[in-house]
């Protein structure tokens, strides 16, 4: 019985590992096309706000 939950344990962990992975390549990535041009977070911001801006509008229209 105890084996069967080391293998879950084991699906869970290689799950999370891969979760981790994938969150921290699309941070660099993030980071890469915005921060990485020594662009203080000042000017990221209205980015963000026109791309919120632009998915409520899309929401509206459907």
Known sequence: MSISFFRGLDLVVGALLLV???VGVFLVWMWFLGLGKA???AEFAPDVLKIEGAMSLTW???
Do not use: L, R
Request: hydrophobic residues 65%; proline residues 11%.
């Open 60 to 62: 509206v229209g459907v």
């Open 39 to 41: 662009a203080p977070s």
């Open 20 to 22: 981790i992975v994938v």
